[in-house]
């Protein structure tokens, strides 16, 4: 009998995290530093000027440095803001990363809720963490759907940002899935 789909992304949550827990401090800012330069010298960085970027967990791709790289370019920045009304994200401008930005839910730096909020169809691009992607555009979320109902509110250019081996994964597409447009990792940029 096969799994079904939820199985399938259950197990591979189990593994991603698992691998993510053996990258080295070093390894994470070296690919981090990477995926920057890579993201900074795109015409898809380039043509955007509304981006709605991420604060990133420690396991993620740290990309804190293009937030202070698309404020010196005067470009609109948002990070998502949880709403406990809605329990929702919505975009919040931060347009000063000391004053602006705050530990909020689940712990998660984001704007302070005096931020302006911009309509999703306000916005370019969006870069968006994962535990890992299919070739196909498939993000595989950590399970709350948060980022998935976020994103099918979101008319922009999707980009997922990953570590090479959290791409082409097997992961079983669902009907509430929303798909990315491209996946940016430290050595390459695929289009889907």
């Not at 259950?10 to 827990?21: F, G, I, P, S, V």
């Not at 070296?30 to 000027?49: E, P, V």
């Not at 998935?148 to 570590?163: I, T």
Request: aromatic letters at 6%; hydrophobic letters at 40%; charged letters at 25%.
């Amino acid at each position: 009998m096969e799994a079904n789909p939820a199985e399938i992304k259950a197990r591979l949550r189990q593994e991603m995290r698992r691998r993510l827990q053996s990258v080295s401090a070093a390894e994470r800012a070296a690919g981090s530093a990477q995926l920057a330069a890579n993201l900074l010298q795109s015409d898809m960085w380039r043509n955007s000027r509304a981006l709605l970027l991420y604060a990133p967990l420690p396991d993620e791709p740290d990309l804190w440095p293009v937030l202070e790289a698309a404020l010196a370019r005067n470009k609109i920045v948002c990070l998502p803001w949880h709403c406990p009304r809605t329990d929702q994200y919505l975009a919040r401008r931060v347009t000063n990363l000391e004053t602006d930005v705050c530990r909020g839910y689940h712990g998660i730096r984001e704007p302070l809720p005096k931020c302006e909020i911009i309509p999703l169809n306000q916005l370019d691009l969006a870069l968006v963490p994962g535990l890992g992607f299919s070739r196909a555009g498939v993000r595989l979320g950590r399970g709350k759907g948060y980022y998935d109902r976020l994103l099918a509110r979101f008319p922009g250019r999707k980009c997922g940002v990953a570590w090479e081996w959290q791409v082409d994964l097997p992961i079983p597409g669902e009907s509430h899935d929303v798909r990315l447009n491209c996946i940016l990792t430290p050595a390459r940029r695929l289009e889907v």
